[in-house]
């Protein structure tokens, strides 16, 4: 892992861009919303970049909007950047379906700190056949929006050290159409993980594991071979979520210099960046995606000091619930 990457010179100040995209709008409904039939949720709009882009508007929305963060990076603002987020979670996972069968209460205080039961397995989760076909649901999208709508594509691919993740961004990216200078390489990061603590599917394998299963992939730097931020006995709450995630996405955004950057994570950690970036709630469904655009803001001076967020201890069954 690396080390907070705000110093005693300068911190970041984040926070997202409105105006853009659907899942900003408080009218749009997170449950039903599917980004594949929205245009990734693009609002259809004029930008101030248009009149020296494409002022006869003959490029798609999406042409038009990589020149519109292009622009806004073009302004005399050193101190200042736009980065865009494609965020997604994971498809569905054998986690999921235990809890959706258990029930939540069950799940919570018995069934997510077994390994898994008579059937299926769920420490550190992966796919369903489900989950594997939501994530090549989304392959298609991408080919299709790269083909016809020039998306930018991702430059850099993050994700989560936890399994469901790498399998969903491999079955994602891997065999689209990309630019041999931008290959899809992810760096596996760790602070991009699950609410960590006591449910077992956020129980990430070891090191040695995971580069088996995908050799070619980065691990970032101080990735240790085993899971030493799990603990069997203390979960972390939203605060210490946030306070995680805030330093995550700075590592990203200060010491990245893409602009379009995949993050493939869970519905816990999307949600907690939403919170630090000050985006409004949109939750997400498994294999849905989120692209939220950054404003990040070079601040002198030391961050603000943060009392360090405590982890509790949740209720636990010593049977399962209804025996």
């Known amino acids: 892992m690396n080390s ?25 409904d997170a449950e039903s919303f599917d980004f594949t039939k929205n245009n990734f949720g693009l609002i259809e709009r004029s930008y101030e970049s248009d009149a020296s882009f494409d002022p006869d508007l003959k ?25 865009v987020l494609y965020m997604g979670r994971h498809g569905e996972g054998y986690h999921n379906v235990a809890e959706a069968f258990y029930g939540t209460k069950a799940w919570d205080c018995y069934w997510s700190l077994q390994n898994g039961n008579e059937t299926i397995n769920w420490l550190d989760a992966e796919l369903t056949p489900l989950g594997v076909s939501q994530a090549q649901s989304a392959n298609k999208f991408w080919t299709r929006m790269i083909e016809m709508e020039k998306i ?30 931008k290959p899809f ?35 970032e730097d101080g990735f240790t071979e085993m899971d030493e931020l799990w603990s069997s006995t203390l ?11 805030k330093v995550a996405l700075d590592e990203i955004l200060l010491n ?6 995949s993050i493939s994570t869970h519905s816990g950690q999307i949600g907690s960046a939403l919170r630090v970036l000050g985006h409004r709630e949109f939750k ?36 399962p619930p209804g025996t």
């Open 284 to 319: 997400l469904n498994t294999g849905q995606v989120i692209p939220v655009i950054v404003k990040i803001n070079r601040v002198p001076g030391p961050p603000p000091p943060v009392k360090k967020a405590f982890w509790f201890m949740p209720e636990i069954c010593p049977s």
């Open 4 to 28: 907070t990457s705000s110093s005693a010179s300068e911190h970041l100040e984040l926070s997202t861009v409105t105006g853009y995209f659907q899942q900003d709008d408080p009218s749009t």
């Open 152 to 181: 930018p594509i991702p430059e850099v691919y993050y994700v989560s050290p936890l399994l469901r993740c790498q399998q969903t961004a491999w079955n994602t990216f891997f065999g689209l159409s990309l630019p041999a200078e």
């Open 235 to 245: 979960r972390e709450t939203n605060e210490a979520i946030d306070q995680r995630t």
């Open 59 to 83: 490029m798609t929305q999406w042409q038009r909007f990589e020149a519109e963060i292009f622009h806004l990076n073009s302004l005399d603002k050193p101190k200042t950047q736009y980065k």
């Open 256 to 261: 990245d210099k893409d602009t379009f950057i």
């Open 185 to 219: 390489k992810p760096v596996i990061k760790e602070l991009l993980r699950e609410c960590i603590g006591v449910h077992t599917c956020d129980k990430r394998s070891s090191r040695t594991e995971i580069q088996a299963r995908y050799p070619d992939w980065i691990f």
